[in-house]
């Protein structure tokens, strides 16, 4: 497992659409090392998540792992998941509703900088496990954020571009003094509000 270098905002690698993992190639050698690689990065740098093409791989791969993260302390535990070939859909409440909140993001591709964007509250998808298994999940609340986020770097997007506004820009210094109160009391909110926020899997 390598640690490898994380591309930054600017590089035309972090805007090009990632191409589907073919199911012959996963088990080989180069996709397994690929996603150790993922795994060993995203822990070296405390993400939370970390897609490929965040390393320079255009493959629709992206992995998640959440616990007690300095980064992220207000986020749900999720267990270390892999996720090839994802597709997400979101899911409407019992009124038919579609939820959503806004959330500041943050980005290893983004260095110091944080901003809001409006983020789905429950999804539900599919995708293959690092051994071409099929799964589905359903995610609520921070979580569904932090999926729609992965997500997104497969298509060549970043939280940038989903700002709601330019003006929420904000550096991580300046987020910890000016606006991290306030957002922990709604992080806080959507916590209590999908108490079963983390990922669930099945099988
Ligand atoms: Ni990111």
Redesign the pocket.
Known sequence: MTVRPILQVGDPRLRRVARPVPVEALGGPPIQQLIDDLIETMHAAHGA???AP?IGEGLRIFVVHVRDNPRYPYKPPVPLTVFVNPQLTILPEADGRYASAEIYEG????PGLRGRVRRALRVRGAALDRHGAPFTFEAQGLTAGTLQ??LA?LDGR??LDELVDSRSLTTWENFDLFHKAAFLREAEAINARFPSGALTRSP
């Open positions: 998540g970390i897609a965040q980005c290893l591709s983004v986020h992965e770097h970043l939280f």
